[in-house]
């Protein structure tokens, strides 16, 4: 868990980034076309500079893998960049720097997507690129097998030797013993060394096609110009068959589950996941909406209550956060954590951050606590327009899980709506025992001249 | 949601210098400059196409100025201009932040410290959030209840920090680039015990001063209404005395630090005290090193180190100008058993790069993305007063981003070769290696 990341009032980005309803006259933009083989282009008007975000994003992540081959998601948009029938490995971002963009991906478990940012000039080459890539990709043996190492090493980065993400890969391993947030994005290290070129080129082939993607621009563009560069760009392209997707569902939690991990560290950690609804119906779901409000007003701004009360006031902690995240494709949690100040236990810890939701489960929340949650509302999304990037995220963001884009306003609506009751009934519905999970990190002593421990070995060949 | 990025991009550092780059592509930037009656400077652009107003102030009161024995403070008094000020609590204060709907964030580097503010123009949101930066500015009270409080979460922070392959390589790196020299020094556990309350009221009085200020303003507000602002914000602050210099650096011997530690990956740093702000060496030191390994996905360390051999998932090179001159810095981690290896890599990387100097191609893909990305690196209000920011402290002249493509495009591979080869040398090049085998 990175506890900054963590307590930056992430609760508040799912929802709160919708476009401002008072600041934007031309209710047309976003501009929206469909093309007959399934593809669907977003363009939002945005002239303040000659720039252009361009993104493709596909409608699949960790989630939709199987065991045996998690990681082939992520492996696979390194692989992007590999080469198509026509260009070089590499050359694709020779051409983006050469225009003066820079460009990146990123895999979740919900979606994938790539983006470039350039001036608006060199957005027909954009277009023409993505849509290169999204059918004559080339996986080559060679390029496969560095490209397997450097995730290996991104693996070992990110996860292998950072406790934090260890215990927030672990958590979500033991809160979800079937639906597929088990499984870490990057992949299981065995798994990475088991994958191979045909499984690369059969997650291609089975996922990347027109009518489970969608493309977003924002920036200095004309839409109609837009929508004729993606006509000509991927009109040839035929619509394929999608399998149809297994998402097991998780089966209820009947007891709570502790984990400890131990990792060289120097602080304790906690991390506590309930399960809790997400947003499947916007007009009609209440609950979604209720607990976004409350992650806000447990950690969403400088004033809220977590580090109020449990690093300014009881000095409990030296780090704490809350995190939910109400659109997502799959199953949601709520998520409590933080670092016991020096002379604090991780039990009381915990027992402090249960207390606040109780707290509020008991006594209900204040009309100004409230208040201020709709004001930075309305802040964040004035604020958002001052990003093409940020925009882009929001839009492809909702599409990725399952929303449209112009759900946006009537999810801003909804959270403004929100009860004091509401947020109450929340607080005291979910975040019971039975459905608790907990995940502990249990610092160890720094070895110097103690190697990593031994994994068991790989079926490398 | 778990995202997990491709590769990283190649470090803050590159980007902040790229955010100095230019294109005649987009309308000349019009700073306006003005310096308020004690002595202020303030550096503006107005631009009323968003209602948000950013503004920043900064003072030379970063870590370099911390006393002998109290690394930390600096962190400490900038940290805690909200712990309390003008009889408010932080709680008080907080909430008022909050209610405003306004963002502050924290600037403490080497060279400078300071507070940027965010806040809608509206009349009432930017009036008051303006007050309470003037509050913070002005009357911070650091109180010793929180003074104690926040220590202990530094040296938490601090001794979680020992525990990581990348915060020890950072602090050994910088140790063995400065040795004693201010920049060398970072905050340990018996540095931030040791402060005292007192010593954050001298370090406020003594460097947050009005003729070391300096205030950067874009967005919605007009010149009349921006010269108000710099006004409310810093006539309260005092003349203060003027400041000796940092001391000079000296230039370390070449040497290779090897540390112990039980991770999976090397960290591995490579570098030498190279760059001030200023320096007239600055252009085609910068091009080089984007095509070395500013350039992101396109660099020849990238390309060696990645790409053909898949050695990492990230590696890079930057440099980081600074009042004195700061480090040029190559960085990767891999696999603990390849670090040689991979550090063999890049040293014949980098001494091709300075014997021969980059490729007439390279010269030239390089100016591409340098000119023609400038429209990106200034696309926002949050770019602008970063870049202004940076004109402002460190006095570069106000067309030094209108300048920036031509000074880009009149670099020549011979240039970058010589200065390469006149700023860089083996005999200074520190290397420090954490968990390799």
Same mark, same amino acid.
């Given at each position: 868990?990175?506890?900054?990341?963590?307590?930056?009032?992430?609760?508040?980005?799912?929802?709160?980034?919708?476009?401002?309803?008072?600041?934007?006259?031309?209710?047309?933009?976003?501009?929206?076309?469909?093309?007959?083989?399934?593809?669907?282009?977003?363009?939002?008007?945005?002239?303040?500079?000659?720039?252009?975000?361009?993104?493709?994003?596909?409608?699949?992540?960790?989630?939709?893998?199987?065991?045996?081959?998690?990681?082939?998601?992520?492996?696979?948009?390194?692989?992007?960049?590999?080469?198509?029938?026509?260009?070089?490995?590499?050359?694709?971002?020779?051409?983006?720097?050469?225009?003066?963009?820079?460009?990146?991906?990123?895999?979740?478990?919900?979606?994938?997507?790539?983006?470039?940012?350039?001036?608006?000039?060199?957005?027909?080459?954009?277009?023409?690129?993505?849509?290169?890539?999204?059918?004559?990709?080339?996986?080559?043996?060679?390029?496969?097998?560095?490209?397997?190492?450097?995730?290996?090493?991104?693996?070992?980065?990110?996860?292998?030797?950072?406790?934090?993400?260890?215990?927030?890969?672990?958590?979500?391993?033991?809160?979800?013993?079937?639906?597929?947030?088990?499984?870490?994005?990057?992949?299981?290290?065995?798994?990475?060394?088991?994958?191979?070129?045909?499984?690369?080129?059969?997650?291609?082939?089975?996922?990347?096609?027109?009518?489970?993607?969608?493309?977003?621009?924002?920036?200095?563009?004309?839409?109609?110009?837009?929508?004729?560069?993606?006509?000509?760009?991927?009109?040839?392209?035929?619509?394929?068959?999608?399998?149809?997707?297994?998402?097991?569902?998780?089966?209820?939690?009947?007891?709570?589950?502790?984990?400890?991990?131990?990792?060289?560290?120097?602080?304790?950690?906690?991390?506590?996941?309930?399960?809790?609804?997400?947003?499947?119906?916007?007009?009609?779901?209440?609950?979604?909406?209720?607990?976004?409000?409350?992650?806000?007003?447990?950690?969403?701004?400088?004033?809220?209550?977590?580090?109020?009360?449990?690093?300014?006031?009881?000095?409990?902690?030296?780090?704490?956060?809350?995190?939910?995240?109400?659109?997502?494709?799959?199953?949601?949690?709520?998520?409590?954590?933080?670092?016991?100040?020096?002379?604090?236990?991780?039990?009381?810890?915990?027992?402090?951050?249960?207390?606040?939701?109780?707290?509020?489960?008991?006594?209900?929340?204040?009309?100004?606590?409230?208040?201020?949650?709709?004001?930075?509302?309305?802040?964040?999304?004035?604020?958002?327009?001052?990003?093409?990037?940020?925009?882009?995220?929001?839009?492809?963001?909702?599409?990725?899980?399952?929303?449209?884009?112009?759900?946006?306003?009537?999810?801003?609506?909804?959270?403004?709506?929100?009860?004091?009751?509401?947020?109450?009934?929340?607080?005291?519905?979910?975040?019971?025992?039975?459905?608790?999970?907990?995940?502990?990190?249990?610092?160890?002593?720094?070895?110097?001249?103690?190697?990593?421990?031994?994994?068991?070995?790989?079926?490398?060949? | 949601?778990?995202?997990?990025?491709?590769?990283?991009?190649?470090?803050?550092?590159?980007?902040?210098?790229?955010?100095?780059?230019?294109?005649?592509?987009?309308?000349?930037?019009?700073?306006?400059?003005?310096?308020?009656?004690?002595?202020?400077?303030?550096?503006?652009?107005?631009?009323?196409?968003?209602?948000?107003?950013?503004?920043?102030?900064?003072?030379?009161?970063?870590?370099?100025?911390?006393?002998?024995?109290?690394?930390?403070?600096?962190?400490?008094?900038?940290?805690?201009?909200?712990?309390?000020?003008?009889?408010?609590?932080?709680?008080?204060?907080?909430?008022?932040?909050?209610?405003?709907?306004?963002?502050?964030?924290?600037?403490?580097?080497?060279?400078?410290?300071?507070?940027?503010?965010?806040?809608?123009?509206?009349? #009432? &949101?930017?009036?008051?959030?303006? !007050?309470? @930066?003037?509050?913070?500015? +002005? /009357? =911070?009270?650091?109180?010793? %209840?929180?003074?104690? #409080? &926040?220590?202990?979460?530094?040296? !938490?922070? @601090?001794?979680?920090?020992? +525990? /990581? =392959?990348?915060?020890?390589? %950072?602090?050994?790196?910088?140790?063995?680039?400065?040795?004693?020299?201010?920049?060398?020094?970072?905050? +340990?556990?018996?540095?931030?015990?040791?402060?005292?309350?007192?010593?954050?009221?001298?370090?406020?009085?003594?460097?947050?001063?009005?003729?070391?200020?300096?205030?950067?303003?874009?967005?919605?507000?007009?010149?009349?209404?921006?010269?108000?602002?710099?006004?409310?914000?810093?006539?309260?602050?005092?003349?203060?005395?003027?400041?000796?210099?940092?001391?000079?650096?000296?230039?370390?011997?070449?040497?290779?630090?090897?540390?112990?530690?039980?991770?999976?990956?090397?960290?591995?740093?490579?570098?030498?005290?190279?760059?001030?702000?200023?320096?007239?060496?600055?252009?085609?030191?910068?091009?080089?090193?984007?095509?070395?390994?500013?350039?992101?996905?396109?660099?020849?360390?990238?390309?060696?180190?990645?790409?053909?051999?898949?050695?990492?998932?990230?590696?890079?090179?930057?440099?980081?100008?600074?009042?004195?001159?700061?480090?040029?810095?190559?960085?990767?981690?891999?696999?603990?058993?390849?670090?040689?290896?991979?550090?063999?890599?890049?040293?014949?990387?980098?001494?091709?790069?300075?014997?021969?100097?980059?490729?007439?191609?390279?010269?030239?893909?390089?100016?591409?993305?340098?000119?023609?990305?400038?429209?990106?690196?200034?696309?926002?209000?949050?770019?602008?007063?970063?870049?202004?920011?940076?004109?402002?402290?460190?006095?570069?002249?106000?067309?030094?981003?209108?300048?920036?493509?031509?000074?880009?495009?009149?670099?020549?591979?011979?240039?970058?070769?010589?200065?390469?080869?006149?700023?860089?040398?083996?005999?200074?090049?520190?290397?420090?290696?954490?968990?390799?085998?």
């Amino acid at each position: 868990m990175d506890l900054r990341r963590f307590s930056n009032g992430i609760a508040l980005c799912g929802l709160l980034a919708a476009t401002l309803l008072l600041a934007s006259p031309a209710r047309a933009n976003p501009y929206e076309m469909k093309l007959d083989n399934g593809l669907r282009v977003i363009v939002k008007e945005d002239h303040r500079a000659p720039v252009a975000m361009h993104m493709v994003w596909y409608r699949v992540g960790a989630m939709d893998e199987t065991d045996g081959t998690t990681g082939v998601a992520h492996l696979l948009e390194h692989l992007m960049f590999k080469g198509t029938k026509t260009l070089k490995a590499g050359e694709f971002n020779k051409i983006v720097a050469g225009l003066g963009g820079s460009d990146n991906a990123f895999t979740s478990h919900d979606y994938t997507a790539y983006f470039q940012r350039v001036p608006a000039v060199a957005l027909p080459r954009m277009i023409k690129l993505e849509a290169d890539r999204m059918r004559n990709l080339l996986i080559d043996k060679d390029e496969f097998e560095r490209e397997l190492k450097v995730v290996m090493e991104e693996r070992r980065l990110r996860t292998d030797d950072q406790p934090q993400a260890q215990v927030y890969e672990q958590l979500m391993a033991t809160t979800f013993n079937a639906h597929p947030y088990r499984r870490p994005v990057i992949g299981w290290m065995n798994d990475l060394e088991n994958l191979r070129p045909e499984d690369a080129r059969a997650w291609y082939h089975r996922w990347y096609a027109p009518n489970n993607a969608y493309v977003v621009v924002v920036g200095d563009v004309d839409h109609k110009q837009v929508f004729d560069l993606v006509k000509k760009a991927y009109g040839g392209m035929k619509v394929e068959p999608l399998p149809v997707r297994k998402i097991t569902a998780e089966p209820p939690q009947t007891g709570e589950r502790r984990i400890v991990v131990k990792a060289p560290a120097e602080l304790p950690q906690l991390l506590m996941a309930w399960k809790v609804p997400h947003l499947k119906d916007v007009e009609h779901d209440r609950e979604p909406y209720a607990l976004e409000v409350l992650a806000g007003i447990l950690d969403g701004h400088a004033a809220s209550r977590l580090p109020r009360n449990l690093v300014r006031g009881s000095q409990i902690a030296t780090e704490v956060g809350a995190n939910y995240d109400s659109t997502s494709r799959g199953e949601a949690t709520f998520m409590l954590g933080g670092t016991p100040a020096r002379g604090k236990s991780v039990a009381e810890l915990e027992a402090a951050l249960r207390a606040e939701v109780r707290r509020i489960a008991d006594e209900g929340v204040s009309a100004e606590e409230l208040e201020r949650i709709k004001t930075l509302t309305v802040a964040s999304q004035i604020y958002k327009r001052d990003s093409t990037y940020v925009q882009a995220m929001e839009i492809g963001r909702l599409e990725a899980a399952g929303y449209r884009w112009q759900d946006e306003d009537l999810m801003l609506d909804k959270v403004r709506s929100v009860t004091a009751e509401e947020v109450q009934s929340v607080a005291r519905k979910y975040f019971g025992d039975d459905t608790l999970n907990v995940a502990v990190l249990d610092p160890q002593p720094v070895d110097p001249n103690a190697k990593p421990r031994p994994r068991p070995a790989g079926l490398r060949h | 949601m778990n995202t997990s990025f491709r590769r990283a991009l190649s470090r803050a550092v590159f980007s902040f210098a790229a955010a100095l780059a230019v294109v005649p592509a987009m309308a000349a930037v019009d700073i306006q400059h003005w310096v308020t009656p004690n002595g202020a400077r303030v550096y503006f652009v107005e631009s009323h196409v968003l209602p948000i107003l950013d503004t920043q102030v900064d003072f030379d009161a970063g870590a370099a100025r911390d006393p002998v024995g109290r690394k930390g403070v600096a962190a400490l008094t900038q940290g805690m201009l909200d712990a309390g000020a003008g009889g408010l609590d932080e709680d008080a204060l907080a909430e008022k932040l909050s209610d405003l709907g306004a963002q502050l964030a924290g600037v403490v580097d080497n060279d400078r410290a300071g507070v940027s503010l965010r806040t809608l123009s509206n009349p #009432r &949101e930017r009036e008051g959030a303006l !007050a309470l @930066l003037h509050t913070l500015l +002005t /009357k =911070p009270e650091f109180p010793a %209840a929180v003074l104690e #409080r &926040e220590k202990a979460r530094m040296i !938490a922070g @601090l001794k979680e920090a020992d +525990t /990581k =392959p990348d915060s020890i390589g %950072a602090k050994r790196f910088a140790r063995a680039l400065y040795g004693d020299h201010p920049y060398g020094r970072t905050a +340990t556990v018996e540095s931030v015990s040791a402060i005292v309350r007192d010593d954050l009221l001298n370090h406020y009085r003594v460097h947050y001063v009005a003729p070391r200020a300096v205030v950067s303003i874009v967005g919605d507000v007009t010149r009349t209404q921006a010269e108000a602002i710099a006004l409310q914000l810093t006539g309260d602050l005092p003349a203060g005395e003027p400041l000796a210099p940092l001391p000079a650096v000296t230039m370390p011997q070449a040497t290779t630090e090897r540390i112990a530690h039980p991770a999976n990956q090397s960290h591995i740093f490579v570098g030498q005290p190279v760059m001030r702000r200023g320096d007239p060496d600055f252009f085609p030191l910068q091009v080089g090193n984007y095509i070395l390994g500013g350039g992101g996905f396109v660099s020849r360390l990238t390309k060696e180190v990645r790409e053909k051999r898949g050695y990492a998932y990230s590696v890079y090179s930057y440099f980081n100008p600074q009042r004195q001159p700061g480090p040029f810095q190559i960085g990767l981690q891999t696999q603990r058993s390849q670090a040689a290896d991979a550090l063999k890599v890049v040293d014949e990387t980098l001494a091709g790069f300075m014997a021969k100097g980059p490729t007439d191609e390279e010269l030239r893909a390089a100016k591409r993305n340098l000119v023609d990305g400038y429209s990106l690196r200034l696309d926002s209000n949050r770019k602008l007063l970063e870049s202004l920011a940076v004109i402002g402290f460190y006095g570069l002249p106000l067309d030094w981003l209108n300048k920036f493509p031509e000074r880009v495009q009149a670099v020549t591979a011979a240039q970058v070769r010589e200065a390469f080869q006149r700023r860089l040398s083996a005999d200074n090049m520190v290397r420090v290696i954490v968990a390799g085998d």
